[in-house]
DNA sequence: GGGAATATTCCC
DNA sequence: GGGAATATTCCC
């Protein structure tokens, strides 16, 4: 075994030795060009030699392994067919086993056995699928947090007391100082020159004046919006974007939400050139349901920049990426066959997806809620003000309790208090047949909007993402918004008031 | 080999004659109780029987067999330690090894080769995988009853009691511009010299029958959401973009919620100039932020239509793919665990994951809902733009079946259209860059809710999908906004009182 | 040719 | 004792 070293497995050792042996080349020897070698007689071969180097006779297990090594078997062709005489000769060749090249010998690898093989293979799978398992899980995750928020943005508006689960007021962050203003529970109202500043004094009924540090009562943009129409259109002839953000999850109770609008604002004659301006508190974007929802969907990426939304491209790409995470877990599965363990299964847990705790109550409402709406106090209508930075601030989301419940405490809707949200979780979760049948008495299937958005109908303000702006070929914008404003029933006696005062 | 059928391994086989065979007790014989046997000459065990059963002459070989068969050792031991004498003897015993019992050899089984370990060992991971997968699984279906419930959840704000579930706006198709059809003959409409037609159909609500045999009269403008139309009407001053952002989740109970408005809060004179312009709203999938988020639950890929947004039955397809592919892998996974069979894999039934049933369509759509504002087909002011995208809203609309359209259902705003949540997120979808710009450069930081409340202010008039700003003939572009009302019984009663106090 | 089980060797 | 690689056998 000249050339072979250790690192060359016994049979190749033992073959290059077998064909290196000129003493038996009338049984087996290198063919002429050195690239091949044969077995010239297969019975002496068998009887003589095989024995000789291995622990058996038999040429098929000799071929074996051949085979094992990768070795081929060369077929003579002539003329364009097999060669009768020439069978007799068994002839095999390999890229690396040539005349005088020992050298090549140790690039020749055996074949994993089955066994082997399909145990690297399937462990290697595993550990990716494994890796992809986690790393879905791990995303999973984000989005429950997303969701979470999502649930605890949904604001306790009722008219009692703070509730600890969810005050999430979002801070209103005013760039310009204006919010301040607005938020201070002293200042009722707000207003400047050119705008209408409407201001839910709610938060004062029951807390009576706190400061801003104020830790109960939690100005924000409520749920409960509330603006003077008349007000908001007075003003200057330049109209300002009205900002109005609404919360969700509102519980309000008309009784306790003493909605103010000053007479100012009812005043009519001015409304012909109303440079209205309206910005409701910002509210941060983990709060914004729908983008709430958005990144959950697309959590698996991290969130990128400020906004966290994912652009439709990335959405695909995270969809593609899963599926074809999910696609490769699926093949290298497959692939992997694994031995019966009966055992095993027994073992494998399933997971419980605890979904709602009911529990958690913090469903008291909270009237300090407020709505603020303030104008900016810059006439040319967008400002900068609302900036990526406001909006992180926005983020600071408080989850409290179960995200879930907290969700549904606030939504019932008028008719339909029985079907609050918590029942309706509860029965979706209970029976899964619940949703098609609450889908299929839908009378309109073109309204979607966010989750949070309840009924657009009554809420206009939502859907005013769009500009009731327009520019016209002259070069001026032209308007028209309108908006009001609700909780209602204190509005109208407020406006009544008003009315009466005028 | 007397007992040894051909089950058993011939090792086994060999073993059980060698250890029979009498003449060789003196080497290898059962011990006297017949419950074990002794190797009693190393030496010639190894040069004279070993050679003769294997293809070896090695003890260790021997034993490693041994082991391979699960026998074991015997240790003698006496007075609590090991005698030494003893040791010569090497002595192993099995369960199913024993004297006169050759039937129970094919009790013995093999350690599976170290391939088999690693099947084992990966048996162990897939549970893991499996246990993972399973748990994603669970998680998702929670996730998905979450979003659905959370949909849901938003209140229905309709003044009136029909359907508990979903107050949905039916969109009125309108492909000339000509929803006036829908509008309700008992109503009061407006109509200027634009040929904008006006009707508030809120009366109509409570009194029964309307001309369009809606069931459920609703009134869409958000139900906090209240304005005095005639204000939001008047003035010529140039407009700015207003955003409002709705609350969601509003539990309001409209009796508390006297908020009105009334024809005449519309004063007629003003209306003159309006160059107003009401389409019903019209939500395009698409870019219905509910559509959106339905869509990302239920799937789909290949974006289509609609903008280069994935549309609904692209994303449900291409979520049930993925869920088919979970579902199918976690099958795997479950029958690798039982049997190595490939082919069983396809018996094992799959976890149901429900998701969304887009069949359902309860798509009975309701007037009484929609808010109906018509610029007159004669105006042709309709641009095509408008056209297509209602086209294409009434197409995406059909959502019914996913919970996460209930959510939505009665979101649809006039103004929003244009900007609802679909649209946003898919903005965002598309663009990554968008996101950044909406967020950071917005210029309004309060602006923030759903997604689809994103501010528009760049784009206006796409965002407008119902449009409210028209382009007549003289290349002017014409608003007309308008809206108001909700919850309205009350609301227009409160108005009248009021109107009539002034 | 090659899958698969068993056998043998090598090594820890 | 047993993991692991290679070897041998058996079978398709």
Redesign the interface.
């Known amino acids: 075994m000249e050339g072979a070293s250790s690192v060359v497995p016994g049979f190749l050792a033992k073959l290059w030795a077998l064909v290196n042996d000129s003493t038996t080349d009338d049984v087996i020897a290198w063919s002429r060009n050195g690239q091949s070698f044969g077995i010239l007689d297969e019975q002496k071969f068998c009887k003589e030699l095989l024995p000789k180097y291995f622990?058996?006779n038999n040429l098929s297990s000799f071929i074996r392994q051949l085979n094992m090594y990768g070795f081929r078997k060369v077929v003579t062709v002539e003329s364009g067919m097999i060669v009768p005489e020439k069978n007799t000769t068994i002839e095999f060749q390999h890229m690396f086993f040539k005349q005088g090249e020992a050298h090549l010998l140790e690039n020749i690898k055996r074949k994993v056995?089955?066994?082997?093989t399909?145990?690297?293979k399937?462990?290697d799978d595993?550990?990716k699928?494994?890796a992809e398992?986690?790393e879905?899980?791990e995303q999973?995750i984000g989005?429950?947090n997303k969701?979470a928020s999502?649930?605890r943005s949904?604001?306790d508006?009722s008219g009692s007391p703070p509730s600890k689960l969810s005050r999430q007021c979002v801070p209103?962050?005013v760039?310009n100082g204006e919010a301040v203003d607005v938020l201070d529970p002293g200042s009722p109202t707000v207003k400047d020159p050119n705008g209408i500043v409407i201001q839910d004094v709610t938060a004062s009924m029951d807390d009576g004046p706190s400061g801003l540090g104020a830790p109960a009562p939690t100005l924000f943009?409520?749920?409960?919006?509330?603006a003077d129409?008349?007000s908001?259109?007075e003003g200057?002839?330049?109209?300002?974007?009205?900002?109005?953000?609404?919360?969700?999850?509102?519980?309000?109770?008309?009784?306790d939400c003493p909605l103010q609008i000053t007479e100012d604002s009812l005043e009519?004659e001015d409304?012909?050139?109303?440079?209205?301006?309206?910005?409701?508190?910002?509210?941060?974007?983990s709060?914004?349901?729908?983008?709430v929802?958005?990144s959950?969907?697309n959590d698996s990426h991290v969130s990128?920049?400020?906004?966290?939304?994912?652009?439709?491209?990335?959405?695909?790409d995270f969809?593609?990426c899963?599926?074809a995470n999910?696609?490769e877990?699926?093949s290298m599965?497959?692939a992997?066959?694994?031995?019966?363990?009966?055992e095993?299964?027994s073992?494998?847990?399933?997971?419980?997806?605890?979904?709602l705790n009911m529990n958690e109550t913090g469903a008291s409402s909270n009237l300090a809620d407020t709505l603020v709406f303030?104008k900016?106090a810059e006439e040319g209508?967008?400002?900068?003000?609302?900036?990526?930075?406001?909006?992180k601030d926005?983020q600071l989301v408080q989850y409290m309790g179960n995200p879930?419940l907290s969700?549904?405490e606030?939504?019932?809707?008028?008719?339909?208090?029985?079907?609050?949200?918590g029942d309706?979780?509860l029965a979706?979760?209970e029976d899964?047949k619940d949703?098609?049948t609450?889908?299929?008495?839908?009378?309109?299937?073109?309204?979607?909007?966010?989750?949070?958005?309840?009924?657009?109908?009554?809420?206009?303000?939502?859907?005013?993402?769009?500009?009731?702006?327009?520019?016209?070929?002259?070069g001026?914008?032209?308007?028209?918004?309108?908006?009001?404003?609700?909780?209602?029933?204190n509005?109208?006696e407020e406006?009544?008031e008003i009315?009466?005062t005028?």
Chains 1, 2 share one sequence.
């Not at 056995?113 to 082997?116: K, L, Q």
């Not at 200057?236 to 009784?255: K, M, Q």
């Not at 209508?381 to 909006?391: L, R």
């Open positions: 622990k058996h056995s089955s066994g082997r399909e145990d690297l399937g462990s595993l550990q699928a494994l398992v986690q879905i899980k999973q989005k429950d969701l999502l649930k949904l604001p508006v209103i962050p760039e943009l409520s749920p409960t919006l509330s129409p008349s908001l259109l200057s002839s330049h109209l300002s974007p009205v900002h109005i953000i609404p919360s969700f999850g509102l519980d309000l109770d008309v009784t009519p409304i012909d050139n109303l440079p209205l301006e309206l910005h409701a508190s910002q509210a941060s974007d709060e914004d349901p729908a983008v929802i958005d959950i969907l990128t920049q400020g906004g966290g939304f994912l652009n439709r491209n990335e959405m695909q969809l593609n899963i599926e999910l696609e877990l699926h599965l497959s992997n066959k694994l031995t019966p363990d009966p095993l299964l073992e494998i847990p399933t997971a419980e997806f605890p979904i303030t900016s209508g967008m400002t900068s003000e609302f900036e990526a930075d406001g909006n926005m879930l969700l549904f606030d939504l019932p809707s008028f008719e339909d208090r029985s079907q609050d949200a309706l979780l979706d979760l899964e949703v098609p609450y889908l299929e008495d839908s009378d309109d299937p073109l309204c979607l909007v966010a989750p949070s958005l309840s009924d657009d109908y009554e809420n206009p303000l939502e859907s005013f993402e769009s500009p009731l702006l327009l520019e016209d070929p002259n001026e914008y032209k308007l028209f918004p309108l908006l009001l404003l609700s909780p209602v029933a509005f109208i406006a009544t009315e009466n005028i």
